[in-house]
C-alpha cells in the first residue's frame, strides 16, 4: 500500500506538534480527548521508531528540511544513536503518558499533556536535528517543557524549584547560543557536518573558549557538577510522571548534545578527559549528598545525577566500548529511574517523605515489588539491567588503564547502595502509615512495562548489544556522518 | 530641486531644530512637568515637521510619512497626559509659585 | 567583596568572550550560507526579504521550533498560575477616560499595521513575528486602557491552535506532494508581489496569528493574576 | 537438555524457586511440595552431574559453567543443608509473614550457590555470587525492624567484598582477554609481582568478607542472628563457605605462583587464627543464644581459614573437612534454636531454662551438635580439629597452636551456656505448655544431621575422599595413606589407630554424659528461680536475679580490653566519616538559585582558565 | 428571530459604523501600501474588512455622517486652527526655553468642559497637550485639569475660554451635533 | 544634499546626547521615562531620515513600528507607576 | 570591535545583576539584559560595512552590498525564545511572591540540601 505521508524522522517532531496544537481544539469537543490524543500521538511515534529504527540500524537516515540540502537547511540526522534515543524516548513517553492517566489529576491537565508532548518531542528534535541552531532551539523547547513542568503542581514549593531551574537554564541557554554565535562568526555556517568540516577556520584558543561555552550550556541540563543545582529541586517538585521523564529523557538528549558536539567539533584528548573527570566528579558527590536525604524524590535526583555522572565518565573515555557503555548505562538509568519514580509516586505519593514508605510491602506488594527490582537494578545487581551497564562503563574503563576510576565506581556504588537498601528496609517495617489506596491497573501496567524492560536487558543483555555497538560506532564514525550529510 | 523638496528641507530643519530644542528644554526645565511641557510636545512637534518634511523631499513615501505624523499626533500627547497623570498620582506634584495645584486639591477632597 | 569577585569573575569571562570575537572582523563579510540565501532567496523561494525566507523557508524548521516554544511559552504560563487571583482592584487603577477613548481609537490602527506587517513579510522588514507582536501590543494597549478588559481567551486559544496546525499541515503537506516537510508546494508567482513566495506569506499571516493570539493571552493571564478581580 | 548437564541442573534450581514461588499462590502445600523436590532433586543431580562444559555468551561476554571435583565438594554442602533448611522451614515459616517471597529468596540463594560453584569463569562467579548476595539480603531483612539494619550492614559489607571482587575481575580480564579461571591463571603469573598482589589481595579481601573473617565479621553476628532460624543455618552453614571456597580458588589456583603467595597466606592464616580467638570470647559474652551462635560461625570460619591458608596438604584437608562438619553441626544448632524459639518466642538465654524434658530431641541435637563443635570424639568435629593440629604442627605453627587450642578450649564455655541455659536447669512455670517440634518438619532434619556428624566421625573417608580429589584438582599431592580412615601420622612417625582411639574416646563421653544428663533432669524441679529474694529484701526492678545472667561477668572484665579495641569500630567510623562527609556535601546544595548561578560563572571561568593554560 | 431583529434596532447603526471604521482603516490601508497594485488592494480590502469586523464596536460610536461634507470642512478648518495654535505657541516655548530667566509659573489649573462625545474629549486633550505651555493631566468626568506653564488664579471658565477656547466651539460642531 | 543630511543629522545627535543627559541625571523615574521618550521620538525621527539616506522605502515601516513600540513603553510605565497595572 | 564589547558589556552587565541582586524581578531583567547582550553580538556579526538590509525590495539591489541575513534570522528567533522564557520566569516570580510575600531569593530557600 503506498503511503499517504512516507515515514520519515520528521514525523517525531510533526506527530506531537500537530497534536499539540489540536489539543485546546479537541478539548472543547470532549474533554476526554486531552487524555487519548497524547496516548494516540505516542503510539503513532512509536510506531515510527518501530519501522524506522530497523533501517537506521543498516545505514542513517538522512532527512532534509524544506527541500534544502545541507548546509543551506536543515537536515535530520537518524543514525543507529539518534534512533535509539528517539525510540527510547517515544516509549517512555509512551509509558508516562499510561501512568498518568490515573495519577496525574491536577488541572488544567490540557496543558499538563502538550507540555508533556513538547517535552518529549523537544528531546526528540535535539537527538535528530543536524544543525545546531536548531539544536539550540529545541533544547529551548525541551526546557520551556520542563520549567513549566516543574512548577506545574501547586504546592509551595514548585514555583520556587521552577524559579531556580529556570535561572539556571537561561545560562544554559545564553552560553550555548554564544557558543553558536563564535562558530557561525568563524564559519559562516550552522549545520553540524559542515562545521565539523570547517573547524580549522576557528583559531585553537576560540575552540577552546567555545567548548568551555557548550560544556557549561549543555552541562547544566545534563546535570553535571556543580552546575546542577537545580536538579534535585527541579526532580522533587515536578509530578512524577515527569520527573521520571527528565531522568530518562531530558538529561539524555542534553548529554546527547554534549557527546555529538565534542566530537564532532572539540576531539581534542584534554576535552575528553575532563567530561571523564567531571563525571566521575558528579557521580560521587551526588551519591554522596544522596545519603542523607528524607525525600524521597529529592533523594532519587541525587541518584538520577550519579547515574548520568557515571555514563558521562564513561562516555568521557570516547573509545568505543566506553560510548558503548555509556549509552547502556543511559538506557538502563532512563528506564530503572523512570520505573523508580512512578513506583514511588504510586506508594507514597506527592509527599515521599522516606516514612511514607513504612510497610509498603504490605499494602501494596506489587509496587513495593518493583521498587525493590528498580533498587537492585540501580545498585547494579545480577541478573538485572544495571548490572550489564554497570559491567560494561568498568570494562570500558579497565580497557583504557583507569583502574583507579573503576575504584571510584564501585566504591560510589556502596554509597548507592547503603541509601536504596535503607529504603527498601523500609518497604518491609512492619508499622505503616495508615493511608490505604488502591492503585489503578494502568499505572500498575506501567511501571510494570519498565520492571519487564529491567528483567529483560538483564537476563537477555545481547539482545541490545547490536543497537548500542551501532550507537557508538555511529557517534565516534565522524567521517561517516559528516559524508553523509554533505553527500550531495 | 523643486519646490516640494525644498518645502521638505525647510520642514525637515525646522523639524530639527524644534528636536533640539526639545531636548534642551528637558535639560533646562525645573520639574517632571515643565520638562514634559517644554521637551516632550516640542521633541513630537519636532517630529512631525521633521517627518513630514521627509515625506514632500521624496513624494511617493509622503502618504505613509503623513500616517506617522497622524500617529504621532495622535499618541504622543496621550502617553504624555499618561505619565503626568501618574506621576501626580504617585505623589510628584509640580512646582509652583502660587502653588496652583487644583488637581491635588480636588483629589484630596475626593478622598476625605 | 562578593562584589570584587563578581566584578572579576565576569571581567575574566568578559575578557574570554572578547578574545573569542576579536579574531572576528567587525563589520567584513563572513558569509558562507548567508551568500548563498541572498543569491538564491528571489529565485528559488520567491521572497524579496532574505530573512524571511531564511525564516520560513530556508530554516523554516527553527521557525516552527519557534513558534512552539511562544506556543509552550504560553501554556505553561497558564499552568503556572492557574486558578490564581490577584487582590480586588482599588480605585487607583482606573485608567483615565482620555486613555480608554484613545486605546479603542488605536486599536484597529494598530491591528492593521500589525497585518499589514506579517502580510508583508516577504517584501519588507517583518513578518508574522513582528506584526503579530504589534497585534499584542495593541492587546496589550487595550488591558491598560480600559478598566475592565478581558481577553477572549477561548477565542484567542482557537486561533493559536488553527494558526499552529496551518503550519505544520503546511510542513506534512511538502510530505504530501512527496517532497520534504516544510518544502514550497505552491507557485512562486512573481517576486515583490503579495501573492509571490509560495507558501511563505501563508505561514507568515499563520505566525502573525498566532503569536498576536499568544503573546496576548500571556500580558491577559499575566494582568489579571496581578490586578486580579473585583 | 540434557539431564546430566549444568544448565539443567540449574534450570532446575532457578526454575524451581520461581515455581514455588508462582505455586504459593495456588496452595500452600504445592509450594513446599515443589520446594522440597527443587532441592532434593538438584542433591540428586549432583551425583549424575556431567563433565561437559556449558558456554554461554551473555552480554558480549562468555560465561562458562562446568563442575570440578573442588566444587562438587563445596556443592555437596550446600546440598546436604538445603535439604533440611527447607524441611525445617514448612512448619516454622508457616506463622512468618510473606512465605513466598520467603521460598522464592531461599531457593534463589541455593541456587546461586550451586551457580557460584559451577562457574569456570570469573563473571559468572560474580553474577551468581551478586544474585545470592541479594536473595540473601531480602532473606535477611524479611521480618523487618531490626533486621533491616541488620540486613544492610550485611549487604554492605557484602558490596565492598563484592566490588573488590569485580575490581580485580575488570583488570584481570583486561589483562588476560578472557574471563576463564584458567586463562586468567596463566597470564596472572605474567604481571608483575606487586600488581598481583594487589589483584589477589582484593578477590581474597572481597571472598574473606563473606567468610566473616576478621576485620570483615561485622555483619556476621547480627545478619545471622536477624534471619530466620532456617535460613541462618544456611547462611552460616553453606553461604559462608562461598567465601572459603572462593579463597580456596584464588590462593591456589591463581595466586600459588607469586613471590607474594606465601606471606599472604600465614596474613591469612593468622588473621584466621585470631578471628577464631576473639569471635570465641564475644561468643562467650552473649546472652542470646542466636548471637552467640553467630559469633561461633565467625570463630569456627577463622578456623577454616587457618587450614586453607596454611597449604599443606594435610590443611587443607583439615579446613575442608571443618567446612562440612562446621556447615552440619552448625545447622543442627541453629534448627534447634529455631525449634525453642517457635515454640517459646525466645532466643534470650537469660529467660530461657529447663527445656530439656519440654523438648528432648532438640536438646539431644545440641548435644550432639556441640560434641561435635568441641571436637570431642566420636563425632565429625574431632576429626577435622585432629587433623588441623597435626598440620599446624608439621608446618611448625606452633603458637597458632595454641591460638587454635586456646579458642577450642574456649568454645566449651560458650556452649556449656547454650545447652545449660535452655536445657538444664530449673524448669519454668511459663514454659509448662511447651511441646516437642512436631516430628517431619522439624525434628526430621535434626535428627537427620545429627546422624551427620555421627557418621562422618565414625567413618570420615566418606568426606575424606571427595576433599581428596577436591585437592588433586586444586594440586595438592594427596597419597591414599595420608587419609586412610583409620591411621594419622604424628610428628614422630607412629601411627595411631584412630578408629580405636575414637571409639573408646567417644564411647567413655558418651555414657559418662549421658548419665550425668539424666542425673540432673532427674533432680529438676518447679521453683521459680526468677524472683527469689532473701527475707525483707525486695529486689528492685530491673534486677534479675537468675545466676545466669552475668555467667562469665568475670571472664569479660579481663579480656575487655581487647575486645573494646576491635577493628569493628574503626569500621564503624570509616562508615560515619563517609556519612557525615556526604551530609557535609550536600550542602554545596544551599537551596539558594543565585548561589547555583555562582557556581555556573565559577566554573565557567574556571573551564575558560584551564583550557586557555593548557594550551 | 426577534430578539435579533430588536438588537438590529436599538444598533440600528450597525452597518453603518462598520463601514465607516472600514473606510478609515482602508485609508490607512491605502497609506501604509502606498501601492495601487492590484493585488494590494485586494489584500486591503480583505485584510481591514476583517480588522473592522472585529475593532468597529470600540472604534465609533456614530457611523457614516462624521463624512458629512459640512462636517469635513470643520474637519479642516479644525486643523487649520490647530495649526495656527501650534506654530504660535512652539515658537513661545522656543522663546520661554531659551530665555535665560525661564519666565514661567507652572500649576495645574482646571475647567469644565462642554463636551459630551469622548472622542471629542480626547481630541480636546490631545490638542491641549499639543499646543505647548499646557498639558492635560487628567479629566475627571467633564472636568479638565491642565498642566499651564502659565498658571495664574482664576474661575475654571476663564480658564476654559484661555486654553480651549478655540476648539471647543469647533469640536461641538464636528461631533455633537 | 550630502551636506544637509549630515547638517540634519548632527543636530539629531546632539539633540540625542542632550536628552541622554536628563535619562542618566534623573532625579525621579518620569523624568527619565520623559527622557526616554524624547529620545525614542528621536530615533523615530532618525530612523524616517535614514530611509531617505539609504532610499529606501521600507525602513519606514521600521520608524511606524518603532514609534508605537515607543509609546507603548511610555503607556506601559505610566500605568505601571500608578499601579494600573 | 567596540559593538562587540558593548554588547559584551551589556551581557555582563545582565551577569552581574543575576549574581549579585537579591530581588527575584531584577535577577529577570538580568537575564534578560544578558539575552540582549547576545541579540546584539549576533546582529553585530552579520553587520557589513556598507551593507543594506537584505530585502530586494528596490531594484539594482546586489548581494554584495547586503548585510548577511542568517544572524538577523537567528535573532529574531532568540529573540522569541527570549520573550518566552522570561514570561514563564514572571509567572514563576508571580506565584513565589503570591506564597512567600517576598521576592528576595535568599528567603526563598525552602527546597535545599
Ligand atoms: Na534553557
Ligand atoms: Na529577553
Redesign the pocket.
Known sequence: MPELFPLSPVHYVAAPLLAAFLLPLVAKLSRSFIKILPGLTFLYVLYVSAVLFPHALQSPIIEQIAGWAPPLGINLYYGPMAGLFASLFSALGFIVWLYSLTQMKQEPLDRFYILLMMLVAGATGIVLTGDIFNLFVFMEITAISAFSLTAFLREDDKAEAGFKYILIGSLASTFVLLGIAVLYSYTGTLNLADLALSMEKVPLSVRVIVFGLFLVGFGIEAEIFPLNGWAPDAYSAAPAPVSALFAGITVKAALYALARVTILLFPFAGSMALISILGLVTLVISELAALHQKNLFRMLAYSSMGQVGLAIAALGLFTAEGVYAALFAMINHAIVKGMLFLAVFAMAGGSANLDNLNGMGRKKPVLSFMFTLGAFAIIGLPPFSGFWSKLSVLTAMGQTGNYIMIAIVLATTIVEATYYLRATGRLYLSEGSPVESKTPLSAIAAVAVLAAGILWIGFFPGSIDEILTAGAQDLLDTAKYTEGVLKD | MNIMTIIGMALTTQGALFLLLGAIGIVRMPDMYTRMQAGTKATTLGAMSFILGIGFMEPAWLLKTILIVVFIALSNPISSHALARAAHRSGIFPLSRENIDLYKRDNQEDKS | MKKLLATFLLGFIGFYLYTAFAGVPFGESKMKVGKDYLETTVPKTGAVNTVTSIVVNYRGFDTLGEVTVLFLAATGLGAILFGMKGKPEDKHREPSSILTTGAKALFPIIVLLGAYIFIHGHLTPGGGFQGGTIIATGVLMLILGIKKFHANHALLSIMESLAGITFVVAGILGLAFGKTFLENILPLGTPGQVFSAGVIPIIYVAVGFKVGAELAGVLDTMMSTTRGEE | MDITGIPFFLAVSFGGAFLAYLLHFAHRFLRNAVALLTVSVSAALLFWLGDETFSIEMGGFILTLGKTPYSLFFAGIVALLAVPTVLFSFTYMAKEERPAMYYLNLLITIAAMYGILFSLDLLSLFIFWEIMTWSSFLLTIHKGGNATKAGVKYFLYSAAGAYAILFSIVILFNMSGSLLIEDVARSFVLQNPLMQLMLAGTLLFGFSVKAGLMPMHGWAPDAYAESPAPFTALFSGALSKMGIFGMGMVLYQIFLQSPFSLPVRELLAWAGGITSALATLRAIQQTDAKRLLAYSSVAQLGYIVIGLALGTPLSMMAALFIALLHGVFKAMLFFAVGAVYFRTGLTDLNELRGLIRRMPVSFLTVLMAIISLANIPPLGGFVGKWLLYESLIQSDHYFLVIVAFFSSTASFLYVYRLIFSIFLGQEEKEFEHVKEVPFLTMQLPMLALAAVTFITGIFPGIVLAPISSALTYLGFPIYHDMWSMSMLFNEWGNRINLLAMISVIGTVFLTGFTILSLYRMRRTRYVTTKDIHTSGEVPTENENLTYAINFYQPFERAVYPVLSKSIRAWIDWIGRSVSEFGDFLRHIYTGDGQTYAWYVVLFLTFMLAAGSWLL | MDGLFQRFAKDKEYHVRFVFSWIILFAIWMALTSSLQIQEVLTGVITVGIVASFTWKNFTTKGLHYLHPQRIFYILLYILVFLKELVKSNFHVAWIVLHPKLPISPGIVRFPTRLKSETAKLILANSITLTPGTLSVDIKDNMYYIHWLEAKNMTDEEAAQSIAGPFENLLIKIFED | METFYYIIGGILLLALVIAAFRFFQGPTAPDRVIALDAMSIILTAGLVMLALVFQRFIYIDVALIYSILGFMGIVSIARWMEKGI | MIYYIVSIIVMLIGLYAVLMKKNLIKIVVG??????GT?LLLVAIGFIKGGTAPIYSEPGLTADAMVDPVPQALVLTA?V???A??AVALAMVIRIYAQHKTLDIRKIRSLKW
Not at chain 7, 537575564?31 to 540582549?36: E, G, Y
Open positions: 537575564l534578560s539584559l544578558i539575552d540582549s541579540h529573540i525564545i527570549g520573550v522564557v522570561t
